[in-house]
Structure formats: structure tokens, C-alpha cells
């Protein structure tokens, strides 16, 4: 009986699901379709499907002021996970030498990460490396050949949202978790 109670709520949730994808059209629906892993993802990758953002040649996510541009990538292909940054001034490229970057990711429950960099080939790459999951709360501040920026993006990659209507007609709530004592309760068996 518990069985068929619990397919009975499955498959009500997902007739809910296919009614609400039905009601979006096939373009919203399949909005996530087709995302890899495979390759080196910008702080705000493919993963910031709420808006569309800018990438840069190496994938990373571009951010511009005037004539400088600043690419920041999440490079992870076969090595832990780090910043790599790639700067132009009108068009040109900058050499690593020529930039100073520091950012700062303001995690879930606002734990703040800096990240310095250090010059690798024909970029920076951060010294520290960027832990799972990447979805922050970005702020960059440049120096790109003398000229200070400073910019700031989300990235939450990975994270769900639900729209308001939809999870009041499903019954979904959150709550605040709080401390709970959990009994351990053992069957001993013996004389």
C-alpha cells in the first residue's frame, strides 16, 4: 500500500512537470538541453541560463569597461579547478604582467573567498583553486594596463528556481533547519 502511494505521488508530480514544460513551449522547456561538462567554464558559464552574458574566446565569461575587456574562466580539464584571466586594451591583448586581478565569491551563506593571480604563459592564473560548487556572488577589481575597473555578476551554476506560483500550486515550502537531536536507537541481540 505504501508503494502505490508513493508511485501515485510520483506520478502526479511528474504530470505536473510535463503540463507546466507543456505550458512553457518546446524553447523554454529545453533551455537546459545539451549543456557539457566537458570544457572549461566561465565563472558565469552556460550554467547562468537566467540571462544570457558575453563569452570571451576561452569561454569565460567577458566583462567590458570602455576599451578594456577581461575574460574570467573556471579552467578544471584534468587539473583542479582554478581562475584563468585573459585581458585585451582596444582590442589587443594585455600581457599577464601588465594586469593586477583580485576577486572575491560571496558563497550561500555568506562566506566570502578572495582569490589572488599569478602569470602563466599569456594569462593569470589564480593561486588558489575555486571549489565546487561554483555558484557565487562574483566581484572583480582589474588593473588592465593602468586603468582600474571593477565589476560585479552572479553565477549559480547548478542552482534550482522555482517560480512563486508553481510551488504554492505544488506544495512546496521552505523552512529554516535548526540544531535536532538525532537518538541513535541499536538492536542488540544476545544474553
Known amino acids: 500500500m505504501r508503494n502505490l502511494i508513493l508511485v501515485v505521488i510520483i506520478l502526479g508530480l511528474a504530470a505536473a512537470a510535463a503540463v507546466r514544460m507543456f505550458e512553457q513551449g518546446p524553447a523554454q ?18 550554467h547562468d541560463h537566467e540571462e544570457d552574458v558575453e ?3 576561452h569561454g569565460g565569461r567577458l566583462l ?6 577581461l575574460e574570467l574562466s573556471v579552467f578544471e580539464q584534468g587539473v583542479p579547478p582554478r581562475f584563468h584571466v ?10 599577464p604582467q601588465d594586469m593586477k586581478v583580485e576577486v572575491w565569491l560571496t558563497r550561500l551563506g ?3 573567498e578572495y582569490y589572488s593571480f599569478v602569470p602563466q604563459d599569456d594569462y593569470l592564473r589564480s593561486r588558489e583553486t575555486v571549489d565546487e560548487p561554483h555558484s557565487f556572488e562574483v566581484e572583480v577589481n582589474a588593473v588592465i594596463a593602468g586603468e582600474q575597473h ?12 522555482i517560480p512563486t506560483g ?7 515550502v521552505t523552512e529554516t533547519a535548526g540544531p535536532q537531536t538525532i537518538p541513535e536507537r541499536l538492536s542488540l541481540t544476545g544474553r
Open 86 to 95: 585573459h585581458a585585451w586594451q582596444a582590442g589587443q591583448p594585455v600581457a
Open 166 to 172: 508553481l510551488a504554492q500550486e505544488m506544495g512546496i
Open 64 to 69: 567590458q569597461a570602455g576599451e578594456s575587456e
Open 150 to 161: 571593477h565589476w560585479q555578476y552572479a553565477s549559480h551554476e547548478g542552482r534550482t528556481r
Open 55 to 57: 563569452r570571451g574566446p
Open 29 to 46: 522547456a529545453s533551455a537546459g538541453a545539451g549543456h557539457a561538462h566537458g570544457h572549461g567554464h566561465g565563472a558565469a558559464d552556460a
Open 110 to 112: 555568506d562566506e566570502i
